[in-house]
Every structure is written in C-alpha cells, then in structure tokens.
C-alpha cells in the first residue's frame, strides 16, 4: 500500500487508494464511530437547547481505547504530589469532561462520518482503485480521523513510545499483531503526508 497525500491548489489533499486501501479506512472509520457510541438522548422536541446543555460523563471511559481518545485534561505523569493535590486534579477533570466530552465525541463522529462518505463517493479512475479529492476542511477532518484510528491501534497494541513502535518492525510475520501492526504504520505514513499538505 504506497497511497501518499499531495497538496492540491487552495488548501485540499488528493491521494490515490487501491480498492484494498478504500476497504481498510472505510471499515475502521466504521469501527471508529460505533466505538465512540451515539451521542446523548436528549428531548430536542421538548427543549431546542436541551442538546447545547446536555452534561456529558463526569468519569474516564472503561475501554482503554476511549480513554486515551478522551483523556483527562489535568494530571497524568508528574502530578501532584499530595494525595490533596491528586483529588483537586480528579475534581477538576471530571468537571471538564462533564462539559467538553459529549462535544468531543460529536466532533470525531462527524469526522469519521465525513471519511465515510468521501470514500463512499469516490468515482472509479482505471480499474486499479480511485483517486480522492479532499477540501481542506475535509482534510483537516481526514487528519483527525487518522490520528484517532492511529490512537485506538496503537492502545490496542499497547504503543506507549517511539521505542515501542521500534519494536513493531521485528515482529515475526506469523504473529496475530502482525496485520494490525502493518495498518498502524501504514496509517502513519498517510498521516505524516497529510500533515505536510497542510503546512503552509
């Protein structure tokens, strides 16, 4: 799979993808949204603002997965010291996801609805695949989708670190990780060239 971005006149993206390449995104951009869930059932019809103000979860996801696409916002590695300073951080994380996550989950289903349909709409270029055409917002919205689906491998994969991505490369092809591995790196690849379609 050698499918890199290039940067198209006015600020989009174009990548050319084998029938391969449409499949895998398309079905883990599906994987994605069905792992971030629906967003809140809220009575739109009893209260047009009842979506705006609707709180999200106060506590970090179960799956591990979820937790490091919605992290905590205060603490991680070098908190505080004092058990004191520990809760005042678990105060205030819950109290920032309690109003930021439902958002955020909106956000990454809207972005990986949005690879879905531009997959979808592709229009066949030859026999051996397609060519895409992004906008920039839609390769900002490409962008995300990548980094998220790179996020809920690699913490499948328990990648921590660069030196644990190192390790990947040994990995002998009889062992089960071996296709994920392969879609982890190859998913970076594609990431890394759209990053510098963006930068100015």
């Known amino acids: 799979m050698s499918g890199h971005f290039e940067p198209l006149p006015g ?3 174009t990548v050319a993808l084998d029938d391969v390449e449409i499949s895998i995104i398309r079905s883990l951009a599906v994987q994605l949204m069905e792992l971030i869930g629906p967003g ?3 009575d739109a019809s009893a209260d047009p603002l009842a979506e705006l103000f609707a709180e999200g979860p106060s506590e970090p996801p179960a799956d591990p997965v979820l937790r490091r696409l919605f992290p905590d916002a205060y603490g991680g ?3 505080p010291a004092s058990a004191e300073g ?4 678990l105060a205030h994380s819950a109290e920032f996801r309690r109003f930021t996550e439902n958002d955020l989950r909106a956000g990454k289903r809207e972005n990986a609805l949005t690879v879905i349909r531009s997959l979808d709409g592709l229009t066949e270029a030859g026999r051996e695949g397609a060519v895409l055409e992004l906008s920039a917002e839609e390769s900002r919205q490409w962008l995300g989708v990548l980094n998220d689906l790179r996020l809920a491998i690699g913490s499948r994969l328990e990648i921590d670190d660069e030196d644990d991505t190192d390790l990947l490369f040994r990995l002998p092809d009889e062992d089960p990780r071996k296709p994920m591995v392969m879609a982890y790196l190859w998913l970076g690849g594609l990431q890394e060239t759209l ?5 100015p």
Do not use: I, R
Request: hydrophobic share 45%; proline share 11%.
């Open 77 to 79: 590695p070098g908190g």
């Open 195 to 199: 990053v510098s379609t963006l930068m």
């Open 86 to 89: 520990a809760a005042e951080q």
């Open 11 to 13: 600020g989009g993206a």
């Open 40 to 42: 809140p059932a809220v």
